[in-house]
């Protein structure tokens, strides 16, 4: 189908009802906004994990007030078991890599402003996206029914390593019912990002507007493009290793477990399964995940600064060729997160030289992000200094890998905190920094009123430094020994580093709370925040042509033509200093 497709698309009518047009819509601005909605909840519910198992770590015999009504047999009168550590540090992991990292940078952006950018009118697939959406929402709902199951949530981590994982109860605590709802919501999230990929994909290649080809694009749109293409692959080998997984448990087959093993006491009634097998199917998955999360921020991030910059990066079709080759790459490297699983040498080889070339086209696109900044004039917005920061986070959790990609020095650092800080700051914290700049930004689009700009610049620097106090600690305990996992600190060796853990609790608790400013600022300004106007940060692309918040078909019936690439910024026009993408008009030098 050529550009234009989407002129001739029939789309569903407008709702009439409650439920069809706040709930089970169709229109993918709603549900790009029902799916920030549930990352918003995903995330408060794991950083108040976060603080349960930071207080626990720093006060081990400590009572909890309140926690004991969760979980009597994980926190009896209060007090954490370690075995209820395990359970929250799993629950912890799997909602912020599934729910949070996944579904706000990708799937609430991306379905708001993907089909605007490109000048359609909805998805191509409007009840496939409304699908995709409630499936994800029932996934959410049966991870959480693991807290309220009598044994509780799983202990495996959110890895899920068998043979752990698929045994059944012998193997502990949140090893029963629990971690069968563990594999069966992950199993349902995989359909869920499965059809929301191929929408994206039809939608990107079939429904641009005249005019809109592939290189007129924004940098932002590529993103949610390629985090698509990568999804549709990692997801798809996940989705049967899941299903694998519960079979295993409940249906007696031993894809996972070896023959002659002994758990509690108790000889396994399996044969011929293999616990590297799930690895390797999980971890096939898991490297791409990194970029399923961080690939769309990158391209927010590059939107914003661009806008921010007034002035054209130094080459955003390099930044969109290199998100493509680290798109490509991330199926290379899944070996590296086994070094320590007794993997021949020659193969750690293998998997250690991609990793390293994965960083050479990160490495030349904050080479042209910094480059671009250099001698700009910088709007300093809340949403330009997200974006500043995540360039900031991305560089010094990125800089650890290096080590890691060193199968000698992983075999060391592999089961630290080294470990968990890396991957906090390059994954966690600058996806988060970039959904924060993505919100901030397009905020005004989305509601049609502005965000307290003052609150919002306050919650960055709180944050900013907030995380860095947090996170960078964590490599200096990996590399003083701290493993990882471990819910009390009672050997020689870990005692020391107790003030350390003191500090680091202290600032989770401080970065936490500065998160209530955020909080307060997006639901004061939904409701009492200033009006904003159709293009408040005078951008060129095309959800910026449109009033504040977007009719109901996006551009009210007219189909918009393209006439130039989406970043015009440092010419001289008849609108400033910058020309929109569907003017007819010649820029001036």
């Known amino acids: 189908m050529s550009e234009g497709t989407a002129h001739a698309v029939q789309h569903h009518a407008p709702p009439t009802g409650f439920l069809r047009k706040h709930v089970f819509s169709l229109d993918h601005k709603v549900i790009g906004k029902q799916y920030y909605a549930l990352a918003l909840v995903a995330v408060l519910i794991g950083m108040v994990l976060s603080w349960l198992m930071r207080i626990h770590l720093v006060w081990p015999n400590a009572p909890i007030p309140g926690l004991q009504l969760l979980s009597k047999a994980g926190a009896p009168g209060g007090v954490m078991t370690p075995e209820y550590y395990l359970s929250l540090l ?7 890599v599934f729910f949070v990292l996944t579904n706000a940078p990708f799937a609430a952006f991306g379905n708001y402003f993907l089909p605007i950018q490109i000048g359609a009118e909805d998805m191509a697939f409007p009840r496939f996206n409304m699908m995709s959406f409630w499936a994800t929402f029932v996934a959410f709902c049966i991870l959480v029914l693991a807290f309220f199951v009598p044994d509780g949530p799983p202990i495996a981590g959110w890895t899920a390593y068998a043979p752990l994982s698929a045994v059944g109860s012998d193997a502990g605590p949140g090893e029963g019912l629990g971690q069968t709802l563990w594999g069966l919501s992950i199993f349902v999230f995989c359909i869920a990002s499965l059809l929301g990929s191929l929408n994206f994909i039809a939608t990107t290649l079939d429904l641009r507007t005249k005019g809109m080809t592939l290189t007129r694009m924004p940098i932002s749109t590529w993103a949610w493009f390629i985090t698509s293409c990568i999804s549709l692959l990692a997801f798809a080998v996940l989705l049967p290793a899941c299903l694998l997984l519960i079979l295993d448990r409940v249906a007696g087959t031993s894809f996972f477990i070896p023959a002659g093993l002994v758990v509690s006491d108790h000889l396994q009634p399996h044969s011929g399964g293999s616990p590297l097998l799930w690895q ?44 493509m080759g680290i798109g490509f790459l991330s199926y290379m490297v899944w070996g590296h997160h086994m070094f320590v699983s007794g993997m021949n040498p020659f193969s750690s080889l293998v998997f250690s030289f991609p990793t390293l070339m994965i960083t050479i086209p990160a490495t030349i696109m904050t080479l042209i992000w910094l480059g671009s900044l250099y001698g700009s004039r910088l709007r300093l917005t809340a949403a330009s200094l997200f974006a500043l920061g995540f360039l900031s986070m991305f560089v010094s959790g990125g800089v650890s890998g290096f080590f890691l990609a060193q199968p000698a020095i992983d075999i060391y650092l592999h089961a630290t905190y080294f470990v968990v800080g890396h991957f906090h700051m390059v994954m966690g914290v600058a996806a988060i920094f970039g959904i924060f700049a993505g919100t901030y930004f397009w905020f005004p689009k989305m509601t049609g009123h502005m965000m307290d700009e003052s609150l919002g610049r306050l919650h960055f620097w709180l944050t900013f430094i907030g995380t860095y106090c947090i996170f960078m600690p964590f490599h200096y305990l990996g590399l003083a020994g701290n493993v990882r996992r471990y819910s009390a600190f009672v050997d020689d060796f870990l005692v020391p580093l107790i003030p350390v853990h003191r500090f680091i609790t202290f600032a989770a608790l401080f970065t936490g709370a500065a998160q209530l400013i955020f909080l307060y600022n997006l639901i004061h300004s939904r409701f009492r925040g200033a009006p904003a106007p159709a293009n408040p940060w005078e951008g060129t692309s095309l959800e910026w042509t449109m009033p504040s918040p977007p009719p109901f078909d996006n551009f009210g019936g007219k189909h918009p033509v393209v006439y130039h690439d989406p970043y015009q910024y440092g010419v001289k026009s008849s609108t400033g200093d910058y020309l929109m993408q569907d003017s007819p008009e010649q820029a001036g030098a």
Do not use: D
């Open 90 to 96: 799993t629950m912890h992991g799997t909602l912020m």
């Open 280 to 323: 390797h199917l999980f971890w096939f998955f898991g490297h791409p995940e990194v970029y399923i999360a961080i690939l769309p921020a990158m391209g927010i991030v590059s939107h914003i600064l661009i806008n921010s910059m007034r002035r054209p990066l130094l080459s955003h079709k390099v930044i969109i060729y290199c998100m």
